[in-house]
């Protein structure tokens, strides 16, 4: 038995409807094996701006930081569109991720055979199989390097920026990922034009020497994003900086059939770690229980996972695989039995 605090961040959206249908899940967990635990809700972006004011408060970050686990639903919404940009909900995750030093967000995309119909791409490229971990960094990158906007609105800059340090503390998570895996690094980068890929390149290089048995590979983000709808199967670990692993991310997403089905976890200094769909906070399906739960579900168990808890993390994931080989589906699944994202939840946790 053991006893975890888990503080969860329902966010906005449909963040409320899916974190809520993760914690039915997490509590079949807890019933089955014996453990108990403490969840801790906490507010962040746009209800957070609505309560106290600002996106990321003093207190959810405090509560992050001595928690076992952080789940999060998503952040945003037209709501705050308005909002000056130094304090719009995403100013939230951007924040949480950076004061709790989560370098590393790792995305595993893979394709659940029952599902190969709602994928864009041929059933004889997928039959080759699609088992992709995009492995991105966080906290650098044009996302975090300086940036300003003229007076007078007519031109505006953002900075990509990358130190050897950043680059080598996500290309040994790559490798050592790769190393439980098919032992296969592509890194991604636009080295024929960019000074910091370059620097990118040279680093990961140097870090593959330590990793002799794993095949290293580069390739411009332009051919990966060709090669991705290609021939996913050629792809093993992919390590991206910040910017070109969002985009990527997405992209591999929609050729497993959803962006509803693929969970993130984001790793760094601090022992909780954040575990998050990699979706964002749909408004447009918000409130009409048609969201698809499932990438939350998984996040809970990379949670799992990263807590020690690999059985019962097992076992969600096998209880979605079992819903999924049962036929149900939301919206976003395409044709089988169709159920809401309460239900969708409630069967997870009876597999479970
Ligand atoms: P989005 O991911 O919220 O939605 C894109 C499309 O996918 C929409 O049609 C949506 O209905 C659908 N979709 C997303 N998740 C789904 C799910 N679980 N089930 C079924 N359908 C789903 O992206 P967007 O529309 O570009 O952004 C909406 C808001 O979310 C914006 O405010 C954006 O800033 C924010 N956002 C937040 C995060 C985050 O919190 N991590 C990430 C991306 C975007």
Redesign the pocket.
Known sequence: MSNKNIVILA?D??GPE?TDAAVVALKAVEKKFGHKFDLDYRYM?GSAIDKFGVPLPDETVTACKTADGVL?G????PKWDAQPAENR??KG?LGIRSALGLYANLRPAVIYPELTSASPLKKEILDRGVDVMVVRELIGGIYFGPRAASDDGDSAYDTEIYSTEEVRRIAKVAFDIAMTRRKKVTSVDKANVLLSSRLWRRIVNEIATEYPEVEVNHIYVDNAAMQLVKDPSQFDVLLCPNMFGDILSDEASQITG???LLPSSSLGTCKAGLF??I???????AGLD????I?TVLAAAMMLDNMGLNDEARAVEAAVGKVIADGWR???MGEGKRVGCKKMGELIADAI
């Not at 998503?74 to 919404?77: I, L, N, S, T």
């Not at 048609?290 to 739960?293: D, E, F, G, I, M």
């Open positions: 966010g959206g449909i899916i972006g999060l998503a952040v945003g919404g909900p995403e995750l959803s962006i509803g998050e769909p979706h964002g906070s749909a408004p447009d399906i048609v969201a698809n739960p990438a939301t919206p976003d």
